[in-house]
């Protein structure tokens, strides 16, 4: 009785972790999804905000553009390496096929699979989308690169 009752309580926790988790990733996936549109209106050659000629000759302009291109491209990166991990650490954990990523719970035993896959993929994002929005940021010709690239390395 014992036993069963310490077996139910800890498979309980371990689920209630799993769902924490998951409901976490789905607010920050909604997150940078809303953030993902709203920068949208601001680097858009037809509908963006700095267009206009009173607010296209401030230096400020020139700044701010820069900030919203450089979190345009990252929330984009962040969407396009999540996926990407998740699967990846999905077939990782369920067929053991090594990653070719460098990420540092590999070594952790793996006790949960799916709390395995989604710790690794929140790992692999951060990654992806840093290397994926450096890639981005040198291919777009009319913002300042030094700043685009500072801007991003910090985020």
Request: hydrophobic share 55%; proline share 3%; glycine share 0%.
């Amino acid at each position: 009785m014992f036993f069963l009752s310490h077996h139910l309580l800890l498979n309980f926790r371990l689920h209630s972790e799993i769902l924490f988790l998951l409901l976490l990733l789905l607010f920050f996936f909604f997150f940078f999804f809303f953030f993902f549109f709203f920068t949208i209106f601001f680097i858009h050659p037809y509908h963006s905000f700095f267009n206009h000629d009173y607010i296209r000759s401030s230096p400020l302009s020139s700044f701010l553009r820069t900030i919203f291109v450089s979190l345009h491209y990252m929330f984009l990166s962040f969407f396009l390496s999540f996926f990407l991990s998740f699967f990846l650490s999905f077939f990782h954990t369920i067929f053991c096929i090594p990653t070719i990523f460098f990420v540092p719970t590999i070594s952790i035993h793996l006790y949960n699979k799916c709390e395995y896959s989604i710790y690794l993929s929140i790992y692999l994002s951060i990654y992806l989308s840093i290397y994926l929005s450096i890639y981005q940021t040198t291919l777009d010709k009319n913002t300042n690169q030094k700043t685009m690239l500072t801007i991003t390395m910090l985020c």
